[in-house]
C-alpha cells in the first residue's frame, strides 16, 4: 500500500471521469458521543424548564467546551446520494 503518500489532483480528476458513478462531496462528521450529547441536552433543557431557571443562569465550569459539528472532509461518494457521513473517532466529550 502506498503508506505515507497522497494521490495528486490530475490522478483523483482522472479517477473521476473514468467513473462518472462517483463524485467528490464534502461529508459531515459524526460521533459515537452524538446520542450522549442529544440526552445531556434534551435532559437540561428538561430540568431548566421544569424549576423556571433562565438560560443565563447556566454556566460551564469546567475548561471543556462541547463541539456540535466537528468540520467536514472531501470524500468519494455515490452520485445522488443524499447523506454522505464520516465517522469521528474522537473520544467525544470528557
Do not use: Q
Not at 475548561?63 to 468519494?76: D, H, L, M, P
Amino acid at each position: 500500500m502506498m503508506t505515507g503518500k497522497t494521490f495528486g489532483h490530475g490522478w483523483y480528476r482522472r479517477f473521476l471521469k473514468r467513473h462518472p458513478i462517483l463524485s467528490g462531496r464534502t461529508s459531515e462528521s459524526t460521533t459515537k458521543a452524538c446520542d450522549g450529547r442529544t440526552r445531556l441536552f434534551t435532559t437540561l433543557c428538561k430540568v431548566l424548564i421544569e424549576h423556571n431557571i433562565s438560560n443565563s443562569r447556566l454556566f460551564n465550569m469546567d475548561k471543556t467546551a462541547f463541539y456540535t459539528n466537528k468540520g467536514s472532509k472531501r470524500v468519494v461518494a455515490v452520485c445522488g446520494s443524499r447523506n454522505v457521513w464520516h465517522p469521528d473517532l474522537s473520544t467525544g466529550f470528557h
